[in-house]
């Protein structure tokens, strides 16, 4: 079916002094299609867009819209051609309502004053049209992440936009919610708006794409009709080397118990109850997943867990000792390595050095330290042996950790901590914002520990990543637990009815596996 | 004194001490919902009380009893010139809010002395002849009983401040103006993306604080201290931003808030001809408006909740 092209980009060239951060693309987008634009991250896929939207200007090559060379010198020229940007962190005001979002900028008004009943009938129609639903007068602070998702379309189809560009939109989303997704960009598609959907997810591809573009280093690697591609030659083709797609995962063998959280009860940082009377073991050998939407005390139990966060009530035992609200480094010490959620905040101190970052957990120890002194000759062979082993791609060791690129950051927290051979391993989203090499790679370290016996809690927003890797699956709503079921029988419907708070019918499983 | 009449006098001088604080506050909820903090209002207050006396004793001969009206205007135009001060250290050279607002309350009152030094040879200037005084609203004074309360014998500039904060409010809230100065105070990033200025809607933001806590140290000046000090903006300006706090960054709430300081203000003042409360020591009624301004500050600055970006900086990507 060849339709009408809408937008074609020929030969585009973007230069950061002497970077070519896009390298001859081209890309061609038909009126009512969908097409995806894959690519690792750093490969140029938000320098292209950003290209398209007007806020970077090509070093060289052609881009045309309907047909006629244009030239997008800012965005008020793209949005007047009609393309319009959702963006991925959404650019709501929490305290506005729905409607007051939508029309900022673009307001209806007579005389001064703004035309508030014109305007609701304006995103009404919309959003009949587009089977948007929202509630116009609702403050965004109270509407879910999904919703807000569909505030951020109604933005772009009320300036009139017909080309939408997608900057990762599933991220945030539940199963559920991805699956009404996937219809309203189908709907949109078939009101004959035209897609484009950034994306390193590949089922999605699969689901709504008719085309997908893959970049890989700046460089165009083809355009291919989705269904006449596998996932893994997609996946190849955009990491440029032969992918695992199926982890091999060895038999379980188990231990005994390194860490048992009893009854726990931790506040957020407003004084309510995040975790509301959480127990849960695990044993040597055993990876527990903890899947949940987030926000719903993943954050404070894993505060609670490593020392951070005070715990109000329960208790936290690891390798049968209490450690209740005891010290950070006492817990640490008694054997948890964590790799926290934000790598940049809590991670690493990102204008300290590889090799300093390399020993933040161990600096006060042999050899690093002599009765106070540091020992920066070993820090430095330190460094240079982990860069080695755990493949930290970084020209020296001296390099400030701010400058690796996201990977390699979390190669440099996974090296610190398990270097030091804990026996409890907290992983929270640890491939978060990773592409699919830098997954392959962290998922293969953490089942490496667990063959070696040790016990690890994995948090995670990643359904997928929660059941490639778990032995359990603990589902977390609302701060209490809401199943714990085992990967092999399960789905991500089920997984996603239960992270939305829908219990189990009958809770023998919970007590049986907790 | 009867009962009438005791009231009277309670509501024109809670009046006439709101009168600043009102219109100070104002401009720092106009200020903060634009994003930017400004606890340089103190200072601005002392710029605008400053113009206006000098003002006032130079043209009082010319202008009359229209004087203290024009010296209002005079210190609110030289307030917005002291605010582009604070507007240009924030908005363009990204400074802590904070910080900036302390150099303007650093800088206003020495400054002050100063040139009154330079032009009058002593501390203060002299006494104003052209001050507000009281003024009996035509028509409402008429009214039995409430005429009497609250028209007769009271504070004009209170009442153009009540007919101003209904103005604001409606500009803030009901405008497109409004709407889009609010959003940079919520999410300046969202604004951006959307085509609105950022820079330009905080530089209205300031720029109107500027403009009302000018106005309102003039009518501080004009109506209650008479002429220029040192000693003569002590604080009034933080009370105006507790009032803003207090009134959750709404126009009404900070006039209601208002109100309320200046009642209590006014109380130190009348408090010895009031029944009951003349027996209590002047020194507790005159501590009274900055004690009550902690403990509303410590009572509601956690519960209330500010413009979700007020205070930080916008750094435009590009």
């Known amino acids: ?56 200007e090509p070093t060289s090559g ?32 929490h305290s506005f309502t729905v409607l007051e979002n939508i029309i900022l900028g673009h307001e209806t008004t007579k005389g001064p004053m703004l035309d508030i009943k014109k305007a609701r009938e304006k995103v009404l129609a919309l959003s009949q049209r587009y089977h948007l639903t929202i509630n116009p007068d609702e403050k965004v602070a109270n509407i879910t992440v999904a919703q807000q998702q569909r505030v951020e379309i109604l933005k772009v189809l009320y300036r009139g936009a017909n080309i939408l560009i997608f900057d990762e939109p599933t991220a945030v989303l539940t199963p559920q919610e991805i699956t009404e997704f996937m219809h309203i960009l189908k709907g949109l598609a078939h009101e004959g708006k035209s897609i484009i ?17 893959i970049i890989r280093a700046g460089k165009d690697v083809g355009t291919y009709q989705v269904r006449e591609i596998s996932d893994q030659r997609m996946a190849e083709l955009m990491v440029g080397h ?50 949940g939407i987030d926000g719903n005390g993943q954050d404070e139990l894993v505060e609670a867990i490593t020392g951070l966060r005070h715990v109000d009530q329960g208790s936290v035992i690891i390798k049968g000792q209490d450690m209740t609200n005891k010290p950070t480094r006492r817990i640490t010490e008694q054997g948890v390595a964590s790799i926290p959620a934000d790598r940049q905040k809590y991670g690493l101190i990102l204008q300290m050095s590889v090799a300093d970052n390399l020993v933040l957990q161990s600096y006060y120890h042999q050899p690093f330290s002599h009765h106070g002194i540091i020992n920066f000759a070993a820090i430095k062979k330190h460094a240079q042996a982990a860069i080695k082993k755990f493949d930290i791609r970084t020209p020296n060791s001296n390099l400030v950790a701010g400058e690796l690129s996201g990977g390699n950051q979390q190669k440099v927290i996974i090296a610190r901590e398990l270097e030091r051979n804990s026996d409890l391993i907290i992983a929270f989203q640890p491939t978060r914002g990773l592409d699919v090499g830098a997954i392959e790679y962290i998922h293969k370290q953490l089942l490496k520990e667990r063959a070696a016996g040790k016990a690890i809690l994995l948090v995670s927003y990643e359904l997928s990543e929660i059941m490639q890797l778990s032995d359990r699956i603990l589902v977390l709503h609302n701060g209490q637990k809401s199943g714990v079921v085992k990967p092999h029988e399960t789905n991500e419907t089920e997984l996603g009815l239960l992270m939305t708070g829908v219990k189990k019918e009958g809770t023998k499983l919970d007590q049986s596996l907790s | 004194m009867n009962f009438e009449s005791l009231l009277a006098l309670i509501v024109s001088s809670t009046l006439v001490y709101s009168a600043p604080l009102i219109l100070t506050s104002l ?28 003002f006032n004793l130079t043209f009082a001969h010319a202008f009359g009893s229209a004087t203290p009206w024009i010296g209002a205007l005079v210190g609110a135009i030289f307030g917005s010139i002291f605010s582009l001060l604070h507007a240009f250290a924030t908005i363009n050279l990204r400074a802590d809010h904070i910080i900036s607002g302390t150099v303007l309350n650093l800088l206003a009152p020495p400054l002050g002395v100063f040139l009154i030094k330079a032009i009058y040879e002593k501390g203060q200037t002299p006494n104003i002849t052209a001050n507000f005084g009281y003024t009996n609203i035509p028509g409402l004074a008429n009214i039995p009983v409430i005429g009497k309360i609250f028209f007769t014998n009271t504070s004009a500039p209170a009442w153009w401040a009540i007919i101003i904060t209904i103005f604001l409010w409606w500009v803030l809230y009901k405008t497109r103006l409004g709407l889009r100065l609010r959003s940079t105070g919520e999410n300046p990033q969202a604004a951006d993306t959307l085509g609105i200025n950022v820079y330009k809607m905080r530089y209205i933001g300031v720029l109107t604080s500027g403009f009302m806590a000018g106005l309102g140290g003039a009518v501080f ?98």
């Open chain 1, 62 to 93: 052609e881009i045309k819209v309907n047909g006629k060379p244009v030239k997008i010198a800012n965005p008020t020229v793209a949005k007047e051609l009609g393309i319009g940007m959702v963006h991925q962190h959404f650019m709501l005001a």
């Open chain 1, 197 to 213: 959907l950034i994306t390193h997810k590949l089922d999605e591809i699969k689901q709504v794409a008719d085309e997908v573009t």
């Open chain 1, 242 to 291: 032969a992918v695992q797609m199926k982890l091999t995962k060895k038999a379980e063998h188990l231990g005994s118990n390194v860490l048992q959280v009893k009854d726990l009860q931790v506040k957020e940082s407003r004084g309510n109850l995040a975790v509301k009377g959480l127990s849960f073991s695990i044993r040597a050998g055993e990876i527990l997943g903890i899947a």
């Open chain 2, 27 to 54: 401009g720092g909820v106009y200020s903060e919902n634009s994003g930017i903090v400004n606890i340089g209002l103190e200072g601005i207050m002392t710029v605008g009380a400053f113009t206006s006396i000098i």
């Open chain 1, 1 to 56: 079916m060849e339709q009408k092209t809408i937008i074609e980009m020929n030969h585009i060239v973007k230069d950061f002094n002497g970077f070519k951060a896009n390298n001859d693309i081209n890309l061609k987008l038909a009126k009512g299609e969908i097409l995806a634009l894959l690519g690792e991250n750093g490969a140029g896929k938000s320098t292209l867009m950003s290209i398209l939207s007007g806020l970077l």
């Open chain 2, 221 to 318: 000046a004009q109506s209650i201290s008479g002429n220029f000090s040192i000693s003569t903006i002590v604080g009034q300006g933080f009370m105006a931003l507790a009032a803003v706090i207090f009134g959750k960054w709404n126009p009404i709430g900070a006039m209601l808030s208002s109100l309320f300081f200046g009642f209590a203000q006014s109380l130190s003042i009348i408090g010895n001809q009031l029944p009951g409360i003349a027996k209590i020591p002047t020194v507790y009624m005159q501590i009274a408006p900055y004690v009550i301004t902690i403990v509303v500050l410590v009572l509601f600055l956690g519960k209330s909740v500010a413009p979700a970006a007020d205070g930080v900086n916008y750094i435009k990507s590009k």
